[in-house]
C-alpha cells in the first residue's frame, strides 16, 4: 500500500476466493495407482499422468477452471547427460513467425487466442447481461473460464511439440534475450509517462503474450538442463539490422518488414532468417568467451 501511494506499484490485490485456489501438504502424502491420500481429506482418486519418480518432498492441489489438479515435487539424483547432438542453432522469435530457425525452418504461429476470440467476447457480452452472483452468472463465468483454460491448453500443447523438437536436436540454442514482460508492460506506460501507440502495442503485445514466447524460453531452458545441452542469450540490440553476410548495420538494410537487403553487400535474405543467423553469431561468440552464464547453465 505504501508503493501504491508512493506511485512506484499498482493497487494491492486482496486474496480472494477463486483467485489463486490451491493449497500445499509439506508431508503425509501417500500414493498409489489410482488414488491419492491427501492429510485430513483423505484417499482421493486421481488419474497419475506420468510414474512418480524419487521421494515426495510435497504435493500441491490446485484448481483451474473448475477442474482440481494435484502437482508432485519430488526429488532424486539424475546424471547429466551428454547431448545427442553437437548441432548450435539460433531462433529469432516473430509476430508473422512464431521462430525462425538460422537452418531455414520456420515454425507458424498458433494463434490459439485470435481463433476463440469472438466466441469468448459473445461469452464475455453474455456474462455481462446477468445479475453479478447469481446462479446464471457463475454458470456463465465458469465457461468463460473453461474457454480461457482451452485456449491455453492448445497454445501450451503447441509449444511443448516445439521445444522437445528444437531441444532433441540442438546442444546449444542462442536465443535473443528479450525482455518479455517488459515488452508487454510498456503499452499503457505510467501516470507521469504515458506510453505511445497504445492501440498498436497492446495489439502486439496480445499477440507476443498470445504466442508465449516466455513460456517457450522457459520450456526450451529447462528441456535442455533436462539433456545436457545449454541456452545461450544475447543481446538482441541490431540483430534485425545488421547484415549477417557482411556486418554491415542500418536502419536502412531493412526497408519492409519481411525482407532484409543490405545496402552494403547487396545480400537478400528474409529478414527473420538473417536475424536468426545474427542470433548464432552473437552466440558462438559468447561461447568462444567461454561464459555460458547462469542462466543458460
Ligand atoms: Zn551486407
Not at 483423505?42 to 473448475?66: C, D, H, P, Q, Y
Not at 453479478?132 to 501450451?156: L, P, T
Not at 499477440?207 to 545436457?228: A, C, N, P, V
Not at 553487400?265 to 542470433?279: E, F, G, H, P
Amino acid at each position: 500500500m505504501r508503493d501504491f501511494l508512493a506511485g512506484s506499484k499498482g493497487m494491492p490485490r486482496f486474496k480472494k476466493k477463486g483467485r489463486h485456489d490451491s493449497f500445499r501438504f509439506p508431508q503425509g502424502v501417500k500414493v498409489e495407482q489410482k488414488k491419492i491420500y491427501l492429510p485430513k481429506i483423505g484417499w482421493v482418486k486421481f488419474r497419475k499422468s506420468r510414474e512418480i519418480e524419487g521421494t515426495i518432498k510435497n504435493v500441491t492441489v490446485s484448481r483451474l477452471a473448475g477442474k482440481w489438479y494435484v502437482s508432485i515435487q519430488v526429488e532424486r539424483e539424475q546424471v547429466v547427460p551428454n547431448h545427442p547432438s553437437r548441432s548450435v542453432i539460433g531462433i529469432d522469435l516473430g509476430v508473422a513467425l512464431f521462430a525462425t530457425l538460422s537452418d531455414g525452418q520456420v515454425f507458424m504461429p498458433v494463434d490459439s487466442f485470435k481463433v476463440c476470440q469472438k466466441k469468448l467476447a459473445k461469452q464475455q457480452r453474455n456474462l455481462a447481461r446477468k445479475v453479478k452472483g447469481s446462479e446464471n452468472w457463475k454458470k456463465q463465468k465458469s465457461a468463460i473460464q473453461k474457454m480461457h483454460a482451452k485456449i491455453a491448453n492448445k497454445r501450451n500443447d503447441y509449444l511443448h511439440k516445439l521445444s522437445t523438437n528444437i531441444s532433441k536436436n540442438h546442444v546449444v540454442i542462442c536465443l535473443e534475450d528479450l525482455k518479455v514482460k517488459n515488452l508487454t508492460r510498456s503499452a499503457k506506460g505510467t501516470r507521469d509517462k504515458p506510453g505511445k501507440n497504445i492501440a498498436a502495442k497492446s495489439g502486439l503485445n496480445r499477440s507476443i503474450l498470445d504466442q508465449g514466447w516466455y513460456e517457450f524460453k522457459r520450456q526450451l531452458m529447462y528441456k535442455q538442463t533436462w539433456r545436457g545441452g545449454h541456452v545461450v542469450l544475447v543481446d538482441p540490440k541490431y540483430s534485425s539490422q545488421k547484415c549477417s553476410n557482411c556486418g554491415f548495420t542500418s536502419a536502412e538494410n531493412r526497408r519492409t518488414q519481411a525482407n532484409f537487403n543490405c545496402i552494403s553487400c547487396n545480400y537478400v535474405l528474409n529478414a527473420d532468417l538473417n536475424a536468426a543467423k545474427n542470433i548464432l553469431a552473437a552466440g558462438l561468440a559468447v561461447l568462444a568467451c567461454g561464459d555460458i552464464g547462469q542462466d543458460a547453465a
